[in-house]
């Protein structure tokens, strides 16, 4: 059992438990393992626990600028630290959002309190943003300014992005010199165009169609004064959109290096050789959809899956892709829950609703006897 997280209904945890019972109630001898995943996005920290990673509470800035407590892992002398949980979309209540105003100070929080800790490598999960400010939540809380045509500092956010003419990086934290930094994204997103930041995610985030013309061209211009100020031109980077296009700020400021998410915590759990082991794969997300297969998750799991000759059933809340596209990203039946019992019960009894959703697949797959 390895899901992810079903957005702003289970965790990544709660989901495999769901399955996993689903299944010990149909075959109460089976061997079933649970393996809760992450991609760079929410639950990143708490997944690599199993990895034997400390967690400790840091107190962050939430997206909107409202205090919370957030959650950071370190191993020998890597520090991880997560969007999601620092400043993420989860943070946010129905009718909180604010896609023009949401920042990524948080994430910057969540860096300045593990550098208390002298870390080597400091990895930043990229994923489950709540914000498309290109970053400059995250440069600014680690010292540096961002200044208009008149020097006078604009604050991070979307909304000021096309205000911005000059980054100065002279007061960033000095903490930062000689240590490696890491994004560890959810999907390999370029910041710009239809797969980039406001265009495939702005929508997700609560901005209307004009508020993601206003961010693509205020993340455009970001782009330049990030060239200028670094000499780092991130406007096509892969995974430079992700978090609202604060891959391209850590890229192009923090000298940051590019893994794939998902590859970084399932290669820590040893993700591979535990497929390997397995008869059938169940995973899962909030919506299964083209991003999905951008270096998320649940792309990871079936690809791994299909390179190991082990059948993956992808149940999700909703599915968004073909059964011809699932196949051919290597996932062998993707079911919605919306499908199985009903876009109100889904909602309201999601964990009754996802085991039910497991048996009726794995029933008609023919994989339960």
């Given amino acids: ?50 990895a034997g990673y400390e967690q400790r509470a840091v107190v962050t800035r939430g997206p909107t600028g409202v205090p919370t407590v957030a959650r950071v892992a370190r191993r020998a002398g890597t520090a991880v630290v997560e969007i999601a949980s620092a400043c993420g979309i989860a943070l946010l209540g129905p009718g909180q959002l604010a896609p023009m105003t949401s920042t990524s100070l948080g994430l910057g929080d969540a860096v300045c309190a593990v550098l208390d800790d002298d870390p080597d490598e400091i990895v930043l999960g990229l994923g489950g943003s709540a914000s498309t400010d290109g970053g400059t939540g995250l440069l600014v809380a680690l010292g540096a300014r961002l200044l208009d ?14 205000r911005i003419t000059r980054l100065d990086l002279t007061g960033l934290d000095p903490r930062l010199r000689g240590r490696r930094v890491v994004v560890a994204a959810d999907v390999r997103s370029p910041l710009l165009g239809p797969d980039g930041a406001a265009a495939a995610f702005g929508p997700q985030k609560g901005a209307t169609p ?21 000499g780092v031109d991130v406007r096509s980077a892969p995974g430079a959109g992700a978090a609202g ?6 890229i192009a400021a923090l000298g940051a290096v590019q893994v794939s998410g998902a590859g970084f915590v399932h290669g820590a759990l040893g993700l591979a050789d535990r497929i390997r082991e397995a008869d059938l794969v169940i995973t899962g997300e909030g919506r299964l959809d ?37 196949s051919a990203a290597g996932i062998g039946r993707a079911v919605a829950l919306v499908d199985v019992v009903g ?27």
Avoid: Y
């Avoid at 495999?16 to 639950?43: H, M, T």
């Fill in 290 to 326: 083209r991003t999905s297969l951008l270096g998320k998750g649940l792309g990871d799991v079936a690809r791994l899956s299909s390179a190991a000759g082990v059948p993956v059933l992808a149940v999700c809340g909703q599915v968004a892709l073909s059964p011809g596209e699932a």
């Fill in 245 to 250: 296009g604060g891959g391209a700020a850590a």
């Fill in 343 to 369: 876009p109100a019960a889904a909602t309201a009894d999601p964990t009754g609703s996802l085991a039910a959703a497991v048996r009726m697949a794995v029933d008609s797959e023919g994989w339960i006897g």
């Fill in 210 to 230: 004009e508020q993601v013309v206003s961010l693509e061209d205020g993340l455009a211009a970001w782009a330049g004064v990030l060239a200028d100020a670094t």
């Fill in 149 to 162: 045509a008149n020097d006078v500092p604009v604050p991070p956010g979307g909304a000021g992005l096309a």
């Fill in 1 to 50: 059992m390895a899901p992810d997280a079903f957005k702003g209904t289970l965790s990544a945890n709660d989901a495999a438990q769901a399955i996993a019972r689903a299944i010990r109630d149909a075959i109460p001898d089976a061997l079933v393992e649970v393996l809760p995943l992450a991609d760079g996005g929410d639950g990143t920290v708490a997944a690599l626990a199993a």
